[in-house]
């Protein structure tokens, strides 16, 4: 359910795109009703809300807008009992209207029973649709807690600390995993003392990390010696894994992704032009930087700071095999994030644009005494229309 809210919105601009002029207020609706549940899912998992904005004025309207607009999909909400109720209406219309046929004298012409055929069938589709109108609903539980969310934040703190994902981890770490390491022997003892060992040992980290922060230095114990300590709250470096072998040059690689070796070496020149002239730098001649040896990698791990808590990261992971498949599948190739300038580039993107990845690879100068090894993403830019602007109805780019 978590995937599917990350695409549902843009999924859905996309597919109602084009309406016409019969179809663009339900159009409308739709995408408005799934945008402002979506806002709504994506606020209410705050750890944190804000007067200045009031985050939870944010979430009270957008629950508004999705029930000023949810009945767009009433017809989708036919529960077994509704569906039972239309086929037995519809199989005793059509009982009725045979026996009024049959009840008839003279025969009627061809024609006319054809044009009655099509009236029937059309009485009968409006009256299916008239029951299921009639009997549907959005009168259950779960779509009357919405409208409590803003309120219990404001009594009781922010939602996530209820979270039922807990317990589910809790089971996991305490549980399941110190059940796999026993030998099935008196599994319930080995649990407890697996736990308590795992639980001790990350209390005793977190000490180390605090007095880090606080003090710069740790008293071994003991010992009476201090040891300087590194910053914990470093960001993380991003990392490239899934090295992929017989490629070793750019033109094994531009083979192995299907790519144009002249495309592939005037990026590569275009790049090396925006650097600056030093030891490292690589070299501008095609026949020397052909010569060069190359790494290919299949994934780059991408370090982000979590939302509301920038001393956490998460870790996204781009996937990028080429025309390679990955795990006995199809090839894979994600969509990034890339930066281009500042905030006024771009539009609403705010200097930023969405790129499909082609290749991750490193390339070492081993013509220069520093043999530097820089680490290259070859990307396909998509272009926004309107100068990546949002579109109002759909409320996307």
């Not at 402002?36 to 939870?56: E, I, K």
């Amino acid at each position: 359910m978590r995937n599917l809210g990350r695409c549902i919105s843009a999924v859905l601009a996309s597919a109602l795109r084009n309406p016409d002029s019969t179809q663009y207020q339900d159009f409308t609706n739709a995408l408005k009703c799934v945008s402002a549940l979506v806002d709504f899912t994506l606020m209410a998992q705050y750890r944190s809300h804000t007067v200045t904005p009031d985050t939870l004025s944010y979430m009270e309207s957008y629950v508004q807008t999705f029930h000023w607009t949810k009945l767009i999909f009433l017809e989708f909400r036919t529960s077994r009992a509704t569906r039972a109720q239309a086929t037995r209406q519809d199989r005793e219309l059509r009982e009725l209207m045979a026996d009024q046929r049959a009840k008839e004298v003279r025969p009627r012409p061809i024609a006319n029973r054809r044009r009655l055929a099509d009236q029937e069938r059309v009485e009968r589709s409006d009256r299916r649709a008239d029951v299921i109108r009639r009997e549907n609903h959005f009168n259950f539980t779960k779509m009357h807690y919405l409208t409590h969310f803003a309120s219990y934040v404001r009594r009781f703190g922010s939602i996530s600390m209820y979270s039922t994902e807990i317990g589910e981890l809790v089971q996991k770490d305490q549980i399941t995993d110190g059940y796999r390491r026993s030998n099935k022997n008196e599994a319930a003892r080995q649990i407890l003392s697996h736990y308590g060992r795992q639980h001790a040992l990350g209390i005793r980290l977190q000490t180390i990390e605090a007095l880090a922060k606080v003090e710069g230095v740790i008293v071994v114990e003991d010992t009476g010696m201090e040891m300087p300590t590194v910053p914990s709250c470093s960001t993380p470096r991003r990392v490239l894994q899934g090295r992929m072998k017989n490629t070793s040059t750019l033109t094994e690689l531009c083979t192995a992704l299907d790519i144009y070796y002249s495309n592939m070496m005037e990026e590569m020149l275009r790049f090396i032009r925006q650097t600056a002239v030093d030891d490292q730098r690589l070299p501008a001649d095609p026949a020397e930087l052909g010569l060069l040896p190359v790494e290919v990698f299949a994934q780059l791990e991408i370090p982000v700071p979590d939302f509301q808590e920038t001393d956490r990261f998460q870790i996204h992971r781009a996937r990028c095999t080429g025309t390679r498949a990955l795990r006995n599948g199809g090839s894979r190739n994600d969509w990034v994030w890339v930066q281009t300038g500042g905030e006024a580039n771009c539009g609403d993107l705010q200097g930023h644009v969405v790129a499909r990845l082609l290749a991750l690879f490193k390339i070492r100068n081993i013509l220069r005494e520093a043999a530097a090894v820089h680490h290259l993403a070859l990307v396909r830019i998509l272009d926004p229309i309107n100068g990546a602007r949002f579109h109002i109805p759909s409320g996307h780019i």
